[in-house]
């Protein structure tokens, strides 16, 4: 069972979320808050596998519950759900420690698959997220992805696109175990611990742009 927090200011839209949620095989929901402290607190008491966090919150918002979590809960997935996907406040979510990120426009049953495939250990990132980051690749020197072939490259803007590994090795032509080869090679050079990581690193250091 997939234990989940739902965190958000808006109640009509936090009560939603947990009714449905509540319908789906697999989850449980063990707690819920109105703001980022408040959130925080639960999450230390209910220790969730998932935390569906909103951003823009009174009381703390939802990137400074995240580092408060990260720090108590390192093992928790926090997916970022809200209404806003600017820079200001995405990459600072994704560097606090989220996990995935999705937009409020997602219907239900993305947020349940998001949820699972958190637990997975499958990051979610939102398409027009996802966008914003990885759109055009160009060098830079004395970096540690000076380290990586063109086809890890590749598979990194791959990444950013928010595809899965089936789907990278769909779209690369290569077998999937193939694709979990250079993406673990690609974590390694680039010294980042998981896949999203490996996206906000591309982003900081100019390997995409807008």
Do not use: W
């Not at 958000?8 to 009560?15: A, G």
């Not at 420690?97 to 999705?102: E, H, L, N, V």
């Amino acid at each position: 069972m997939i234990k989940v927090v739902v965190v958000d200011d808006h109640e009509i839209v936090r009560k939603g979320v947990i009714a449905y949620l509540k319908t789906e095989p697999g989850l449980e929901i063990v707690g819920e808050a109105s703001s980022g402290q408040e959130g925080a607190d639960i999450v230390n008491k209910t220790t969730p596998d998932v935390v569906l966090m909103d951003l823009i919150m009174e009381n703390g918002t939802g990137i400074e519950a995240t580092k408060t979590i990260m720090a108590s809960q390192p093992t928790c997935k926090v997916i970022i759900l809200t209404s806003y996907y600017d820079d200001e406040q995405v990459f600072p979510a994704l560097e606090a420690g989220a996990y995935s990120y999705m937009l409020k426009t997602a219907s239900a049953d993305e947020i349940a698959s998001a949820i699972k495939k958190a637990s997975a250990g499958e990051p979610v990132i939102e398409p027009k997220v996802a966008s914003k980051m990885m759109t055009s690749f160009r060098s830079a020197s004395g970096k540690p992805h000076q380290q990586l072939t063109e086809r890890e490259l590749e598979v990194l803007m791959c990444i950013g696109d928010g595809l899965t590994n089936q789907e990278i090795g769909e779209k690369l032509f290569i077998g999937v175990k193939t694709v979990k080869t250079h993406v673990s090679n690609i974590l390694g050079k680039l010294e980042v611990h998981d896949r999203t990581q490996a996206a906000v690193y591309a982003h900081k250091n100019g390997l995409f742009r807008k």
